[in-house]
């Protein structure tokens, strides 16, 4: 069986935002395979608007409490989180989103990567990230 074909075969599900985007592009906010969830590449936008204009902490939690919901649908939490990949438009304002990212996963300390990007989608957007979880399955003695 191939790779294609064992994932074929795993129940697969999605998180929708309802973003304009998400249809227009072929996208989800996340997806479960299993016991693993990816969710996608994350920024401060609600309902077209970017939350937080110039302030890349505010943005960062707007973020990850964004990241959180879709967990939360597909049945886990941050605490599942293993990798964190930050997107920032400005690294010398990375304090800002560190302090925000701490806040979420101080105790939970996933791998994390933070990069500097030359532009996000919206010329007011900060910071984008995306998140990695793994749930453990009864099978792996949960």
Known sequence: MTSRERVASMSKQQVFTGSPWEPLVGY??????????????T????????????????????????IE????????????????RMFVTDISRWEEVGRAHGEFFGQIQPVAT?????????PL??????????????????
């Open 69 to 84: 919901k879709a967990l939360n649908e597909l049945g886990a939490d941050l605490s599942h989180v293993i990798r964190t």
């Open 28 to 41: 989800c906010r996340a997806i479960r395979i299993g016991n693993r969830i990816e969710v996608a590449g």
């Open 114 to 122: 933070m990069v500097e990007v030359s532009a996000l989608i919206d």
């Open 43 to 66: 920024t401060a936008m609600q309902d077209g608007v970017v939350v937080g204009a110039g302030d890349p902490y505010a943005q960062t939690r707007f973020v990850l409490q964004t």
């Open 125 to 142: 957007l900060m910071v984008e990230i995306e998140v990695e979880a793994m749930i453990e399955t009864d099978s792996e003695g949960e």
